[in-house]
T-cell receptor
């Protein structure tokens, strides 16, 4: 149980295009999901907290117009990197916290974004 | 806000030895402390967690201790095996912050056969 699916696992795109990443909780409902960014050999940096049915809460320094988050259902959150640039290239990981139960986060497998 | 410090950044041990990773946190309201293991290119996997009403928790070769007064918690791995090699992250959170996890910078553990 407690599986989080993240797609795509890898994406290569041209500079200026937008990329959408999906995060799904497969066997549980998640009112809250989280989006992280991870640079090589570094820790997970929280970008934003996604709440079902409301606006996401962004961490300081994260541009909300650049990283659009939508949490339209209790099992799906999406992150759209708009007008991607090479500096946006990174490993993006989502996590989901079950609505019922403990304060535990289950992680997706991550998305490797490369912007040319 | 919460700040989590993790040490050491790298740790190399011989197979069979014990490994200890330490973390400190700043927010006294934090009450949940998970440890994640991340292998190269893979997702972080929760390996053990502890809550502030408990001082120690053990699961086979893995144990976590928490000193709430000193605001530090540690991961202990005994009888290490090569497959324990990975990056380990500690984290802290509180319900008051929507459960946001604040991660330490990670410890790269290498277990030499």
């Amino acid at each position: 149980g407690a599986v989080v699916s993240q797609h795509p696992s890898r994406v290569i795109c041209k500079s200026g295009t937008s990329v959408k990443i999906e995060c799904r909780s497969l066997d549980f409902q998640a009112t809250t999901m989280f989006w992280y960014r991870q640079f090589p050999k570094q820790s997970l940096m929280l970008m934003a907290t996604s709440n079902e049915g409301s606006k996401a809460t962004y961490e300081q320094g994260v541009e909300k117009d650049k990283f659009l988050i939508n949490h339209a259902s209790l099992t799906l959150s999406t992150l759209t990197v708009t007008s991607a640039h090479p500096e946006d290239s990174s490993f993006y990981i989502c996590s989901a916290r079950p609505t019922a139960g403990k304060n535990i986060q289950y992680f997706g497998a991550g998305t490797r974004l490369s912007v040319l | 806000g919460e700040n989590v410090e993790q040490h050491p950044s790298t740790l190399s041990v011989q197979e069979g030895d014990s490994a200890v990773i330490k973390c400190t946190y700043s927010d006294s309201a934090s009450n949940y402390f998970p440890w994640y293991k991340q292998e190269l290119g893979k997702r972080p996997q929760l390996i053990i967690d502890i809550r502030s009403n408990v001082g120690e928790k053990k699961d086979q070769r893995i144990a976590v201790t928490l000193n709430k007064t000193a605001k530090h918690f540690s991961l202990h791995i005994t009888e290490t095996q090569p497959e324990d090699s990975a990056v380990y992250f500690c984290a802290a959170s509180s319900w008051g912050s929507q459960g946001n996890l604040i991660f330490g910078k990670g410890t790269k553990l290498s277990v030499k056969p």
